[in-house]
């Protein structure tokens, strides 16, 4: 079954970094543009993060540009977020997803998605 997992979410303290990771089973990565999105309690998933399938380009939501980096790594069928100087108000659900557009992606609904990672930053 095909599957997007993600990992290395926890407890960090403001200022603090994590790195998450999304491993991909039963599907290939390489040729699937990939996304990280948030969700805040009592709100839908949000944008954060976008990377297209060559690694070429990418795009941010604003509130985390300068301290988060999306990444991937084909061989090994990951990507990955860097989120570093992290805020309380970066504590949400994150989730990884994929879709075969690039643009729906950053501008939509990807079609493929994760069970998400609690990440929580306390002050």
């Known amino acids: 079954q095909e599957q997007l997992v993600e990992s290395g979410g926890g407890l960090v303290q403001a200022g603090g970094s994590l790195r998450l990771s999304c491993a991909a089973s039963g599907r290939t990565l390489s040729r699937y543009a990939m996304g990280w999105f948030r969700q805040f309690p009592g709100m839908e998933r949000a944008f954060v993060a976008g990377i297209d399938w060559t690694g070429s380009n990418t795009d941010y939501t604003d509130s985390v540009k300068g301290r988060f980096t999306i990444s991937r790594d084909n061989a090994k069928n990951t990507v990955y977020l860097q989120m570093n100087s992290l805020k309380p108000e970066d504590t949400a659900v994150y989730y990884c997803?994929?879709?075969?557009?690039?643009?729906?992606?950053?501008?939509?609904?990807?079609?493929?998605w994760g069970r998400g990672t609690q990440v929580t930053v306390s002050s």
């Open positions: 997803a994929a879709d075969s557009s690039y643009r729906v992606v950053v501008t939509t609904t990807p079609g493929y």
